[in-house]
């Protein structure tokens, strides 16, 4: 690390000098505005961009090579959480048409990308969402909602024995998936950019936070998704009424957990988030108790009715990992 000296100019004003090769590797000319960024803990960051305007970086990739479209697919979702503005695809001869689908299937996945230019042999994807067209804590408490929604509407379809609701909240999870892929980008983008982070109102430790809250959101939807796969057998096999009541009453406890957590969230309740983390005890007691049901079952509706309380036991842990989070994230407060 390099010292510089405070040196005072004029009387009254205080200057310190910039590194040339710094200066010259930015081309950085006489009277050339630069941004000066208080952070607060006392750091002062100069940087050339005076402005939040989104810098135009593009990312190529070439097909020829690619067999396996969900490789592409995988390489397109990486280039969207680097935060690239355009992704051109190209190829020396024809796309073919399961390369162009996969292309087609992230387009309309993720949150922003659009084709905006195509012919035979290139296509050109630019994101047209602004980072700061969804804050955060906004997309946070969508995702939220969304997968407290499908927990409850999977324990709904096993306490109504509605297949049909059970496959719409298998269905729901890519919406899960987009909101994640969503926050993800915008933490790579505000990481790597002090300026964006200040336009969008949030410390990039606080960007942290967020992405580390969408990652254990999604795997709530994740078992959301598996309790509503293996409703249907136990619909099928006529499970009684006894056990499903120690689900339904497993599963509100779980969900009560979760919604305690996004309430400390929002509250910037510490204490109230150590409570919350402690109740998780209480939950563990309660998926035992299905468990015992699954002992004495036989069959496959045992293997189901054993898939359906780990998840809801491990939504309650995963609730209680945002109450950890969020202690972290506020013991500086």
């Keep these: ?81 680097r935060g690239y503005k355009n992704i051109i695809i190209k190829s020396r001869n024809n796309i073919e048409a399961q390369i162009r689908d996969s292309v087609i299937k992230f387009t309309q996945i993720l949150i922003g990308p659009e084709i905006v230019e195509e012919d035979a ?46 496959e719409d909240v298998v269905n729901r999870d890519r919406d899960v998936d987009r909101l994640q892929w969503l926050i993800a980008r915008q933490t790579s983008m505000v990481l790597e950019d002090i300026t964006l982070a200040k336009k969008m109102g949030v410390m990039q430790n606080s960007a942290t936070f967020y992405f580390s809250t969408s990652r254990i959101l999604e795997r709530v939807g994740d078992h959301a998704v598996i309790i509503a796969s293996h409703v249907p057998t136990l619909i099928d096999k006529k499970i009684s009424e006894t056990v499903i009541a120690d689900i339904s009453r497993a599963s509100d406890m779980s969900l009560k957990i979760l919604s305690n957590s996004i309430e400390a969230w929002v509250k910037k ?3 109230g988030a150590n409570a919350n983390r402690e109740s998780v005890k209480d939950l563990d007691a309660r998926c035992e108790k299905v468990n015992d049901h699954a002992m004495n079952i036989r069959g496959v509706e045992a293997i189901s009715l054993s898939y359906i309380s780990e998840s809801v036991r491990r939504t309650g842990e995963y609730a209680g990992d945002i109450a950890e989070l969020l202690i972290n994230q506020l013991i500086d407060d």
Excluded at 17 to 45: A, E, F, M, Y
Excluded at 124 to 152: A, N
């Design 269 to 271: 309740d510490i204490e």
């Design 1 to 81: 690390m390099e010292t510089r000296k405070v040196q005072m100019t004029g009387g009254s004003s205080y200057v310190i000098t910039l590194p040339k090769d710094w200066i010259r590797s930015l081309k950085i000319q006489k009277n050339d505005p630069l941004g000066v960024i208080v952070q607060s803990d006392g750091t002062l960051i100069i940087t050339p961009r005076t402005t939040v305007e989104q810098v135009e970086n593009t990312k190529e990739i070439h097909v020829d090579d690619i067999e396996d479209p969900r490789f592409l697919f995988r390489l397109l979702i990486g280039a969207y959480i």
């Design 121 to 166: 042999k290139s296509i050109i994807i630019k994101d047209l969402l602004s980072p700061t067209e969804m804050p955060f804590d906004k997309t946070i408490k969508r995702m939220f909602l969304l997968v407290k929604s499908m927990h409850e509407n999977a324990i709904s379809s096993l306490l109504e024995k509605n297949k049909e609701l059970a």
